[in-house]
């Protein structure tokens, strides 16, 4: 009923160009085509998002991050039993920001969102910078051994041109921290989140001579 007038129902014309459009895309649907990335913009394996690059954190007022650079370090789905909602999921963030420098900072962020958890992530590291100083802009002062935990990191101070032999968070931290010569070993449980504490620790307790 339209009003009070009986619509009756009409046979629309036939649309070959609308048929062919879905043809198309059910055609496309079959095959699935991977992300493309180019070699500077990949992470530690492939397309995944541990060891890629999201950018710069926010600025904060009339603060600006120029020259940042911001690397996840860890990304997984995190499950937190609620009493009303039940099973809650979210997806956790760790991330590294820094000038490459000597100026860094690490943040955990979570949300039900992957754009808002890595968002939320990177403008806490923004907010949480430590000055880390390196002996002649280039290694650390000295060999240190930190620990946070049971995970145990062992640090060796290497002349210029040695590169940086060490863990793939270790690495990723030195590149956004503007360390080049390094050598370091972990002993004990490789959780992501002990590896940068005890080195970050390692690097602020560090005594310049």
């Known amino acids: 009923m339209r009003g009070r007038e009986l619509v009756r129902q009409q046979k629309l014309p036939e649309d070959l160009e609308r048929q062919k459009a879905l043809l198309k895309m059910r055609d496309e649907m079959k095959t699935f085509r991977s992300l493309k990335l180019s070699p500077l913009e990949r992470g530690w394996s492939g397309t995944k998002m541990p060891g890629r690059s999201i950018g710069v954190p926010d600025p904060v007022g009339e603060d600006t991050f120029d020259g940042f650079d911001t690397k996840v370090l860890e990304m997984k789905t995190v499950f937190n039993m609620k009493g009303n909602h039940g099973r809650k999921r979210r997806l956790s963030v760790l991330v590294v920001t820094g000038n490459s420098r000597g100026l860094a900072g690490f943040a955990l962020g979570k949300a ?3 754009r808002a958890a890595l968002r939320k992530a990177k403008n806490r590291a923004g907010q949480k910078l430590m000055y880390i100083e390196r002996y002649n802009e280039h290694t650390v002062f000295h060999d240190f051994f930190t620990q946070f935990g049971k995970t145990k990191v062992f640090v060796t101070k290497k002349p210029e041109g040695h590169g940086l032999v060490c863990h793939r968070a ?10 080049k010569d390094l050598y370091a070993k972990i002993e004990g449980p490789t959780n992501l989140q002990h590896i ?5 620790l390692g690097l602020l307790q560090q005594v310049n001579n």
């Open 196 to 200: 940068v504490k005890a080195f970050f």
């Open 170 to 179: 270790i690495k990723t931290i030195c590149e956004v921290l503007g360390i």
């Open 112 to 114: 039900v969102d992957t």
